[in-house]
């Protein structure tokens, strides 16, 4: 169900969200994942929600509680989370924003059993997933795309890097190599991008910075 407020800096807006890690098969009993809480991807929807914006959240396997009044879909694989993005934002989209940990890369087939170990090493054969915010990025209806990079170094400049060529509006730069902030914590600190400016948020807690973020996002699109 959704519930929408009448104003609201989002008012009558469509936001799509990506969130939390992929998961890829290798057995029945194993997988290839990312570090992802979804603690980031959850705040910017109920901050969203907030703002008056109708929320779809493309979620990967999380642990944390969904947020109320935003439409939540559950999604386990990079391809899922491609096919889910790319319906909802079919259904109407003005804000495309991705901040789940995808796993780039995929067993190139799932095992149909559970492999079992020999006294040999072994290797899995990985083939690349598919981008889900580069495919929305360069449709040619895309809504204001906005990207997350989490870097361990040359932060500016990867993120920067990633907004040019995955086309994007906005790009959230974060340093996860600062102890305590992204990844599993309540708190981050972020630098958003855009083609005319930047802006530094935090440290503070994730719910702070989605506000904030969401209304950066707002002005831009104004
Ligand atoms: N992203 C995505 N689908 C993917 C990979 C990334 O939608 N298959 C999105 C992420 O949600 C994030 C942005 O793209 O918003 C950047 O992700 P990141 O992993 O930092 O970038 P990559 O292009 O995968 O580059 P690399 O991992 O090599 O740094
Ligand atoms: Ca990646």
New binding site residues.
Partial sequence: RITAVCSGPLSGKRVVI?AGPTREPIDPVRYISNHSSGKMGYAIAAAARDAGAQVVLVSGPVSIPEPTGVDVRAVVT?DD??SAAGQAVDEGCDVFI???????YRPDNCAGDKIKKTSEDMSLALVR??????TIAARPDAPFTV?????TRDVEH?ARD?MQ??KLNMIVANDVSTPGIGFNSDDNAVTVFWRSGQQVLGPESKAAIARQLVALIAEQIQ
């Fill in positions: 990506t990079a989370m491609l991705a901040t789940a940990a995808v796993a780039d997933n598919p981008d889900t915010l580069a990207g997350f990079a989490a870097e990867y990633k060529r995955k």
